[in-house]
């Protein structure tokens, strides 16, 4: 992805394991100091989806900073990606739902839920 015009490039997302380019759809002002930049996910066929990646971003050839590129330094949160409802007998007292998450949830020590 690309935002500036023929001649310069400004801003690029990276996804640094595989180098997939994420396009950026658009910039929203936070304040004075902060910007965020919208990644558009234009990828299909994915098995799962990319809560865990840690992309990189650029900036380059902006006339008000230097280039550089920094890595995010978390991924998204994970998110439910399937959710499977068990019957176990006529009444339902007894159905199990099965809600499986993009990734491992840990609890506050640390260890997988």
């Known amino acids: 992805m690309v935002i500036g015009s023929a001649d310069y490039v400004y ?38 989806p990319q809560t865990s990646w840690k992309p990189f971003v650029s900036v380059t050839k902006l006339p008000v900073a230097v280039d550089a590129t920094v890595q995010a330094a978390q991924g998204c949160a994970p998110v439910v990606w399937q959710v499977i409802k068990h019957a176990n007998g006529p009444d339902h007292h007894n159905d199990v739902v099965e809600v499986q998450f993009s990734e491992s949830i840990r609890n506050r020590s640390g260890g997988i839920i």
């Open 11 to 48: 801003f690029s997302v990276r996804n640094g394991s595989d180098s997939t380019t994420l396009k950026i759809s658009g910039i929203s002002k936070i304040n004075d100091s902060a910007y965020a930049l919208h990644i558009h996910d234009s990828l299909t066929n994915l098995s799962a």
